[in-house]
């Protein structure tokens, strides 16, 4: 059996539930260790191996506790390389009835609330593990949205923009990041089966070409190809995963 050190590595944020718990089990099914980010302490019910060893509680909203995060991941990866970084968590905030909130009804320090987490903290993750990344020649994720490219019913502007800054910037980044032989790419998932979608996205599913929600194990598999040899001539993609929406 391999130690942690012998491992290939992923850190993972927003891993406390969707999109984010099936990418941690995808990955610790195919044994990497999983170092996990969120809000949230860890939970009990969470299914693999080493999870209170190897989770993070941090708000990556908060500059200060970002560093914090960073320096404490570092340490749990104590001089082993990093293979894989992915920027899952994100902000969607909704109105006092749930409503989407549009440019006029959000105020300024929510939107700086939501790019501090949703652009803010990926970029300064992957430049605070960049010595890692490079000793793994690791790959960066970013999850962005449907939503980063055209108008959507429910996810609002600040969500929205924030997203499609996190497209620009995945770009920008592979650039940047490729010398060092990190690749970077992006995932844009649509109508995803979680706890977070909004009241009346069935009336988006009937209008999808393969006619259904997709499920976060169905996006966790293409995170998981994008950080894995199959994939090692791509970066400064946006892949679309959203049952044709888009089309």
């Not at 979608?197 to 995170?223: C, D, F, H, Q, Y």
Request: net charge negative.
């Amino acid at each position: 059996m391999k130690t942690q050190a012998e491992k290939r590595t992923v850190i993972l944020t927003g891993a406390s539930r969707g999109i984010g718990h099936a990418t941690v089990k995808r990955f610790s099914s195919a044994g990497w260790r999983v170092i996990t980010c969120s809000r949230m302490a860890f939970s009990e019910y969470c299914p693999w191996d080493a999870g209170p060893e190897d989770h993070i509680q941090i708000d990556l909203g908060d500059y200060d506790n970002l560093k914090s995060g960073i320096d404490e991941m570092r340490q749990r990866l104590d001089g082993a390389p990093l293979h894989a970084l992915v920027n899952n968590a994100g902000m969607s905030p909704k109105g006092e009835n749930g409503e989407r909130m549009g440019t006029l009804a959000t105020d300024r320090a929510l939107w700086q609330q939501v790019f501090d987490v949703n652009f803010f903290a990926p970029i300064t993750l992957a430049r605070g593990l960049i010595n890692e990344l490079e000793a793994g020649k690791g790959s960066i994720v970013n999850v962005t949205s449907i939503a980063g490219s055209r108008v959507h019913p429910y996810a609002g502007a600040a969500y929205s923009t924030s997203k499609a800054a996190l497209a620009a910037l995945t770009r920008e980044m592979s650039m940047d990041f490729g010398a060092l032989g990190i690749r970077v790419n992006s995932i844009a998932p649509g109508e995803i089966d979680t706890s977070i979608l909004s009241p009346g996205t069935e009336k988006l599913v009937n209008r999808l070409p393969l006619g259904r929600l997709g499920e976060p194990e169905e996006v966790a598999a293409m995170i998981y190809v994008l950080c894995t040899q199959p994939s090692s001539y791509v970066t400064g993609a946006e892949i679309h995963i959203n049952g044709g929406q888009h089309v």
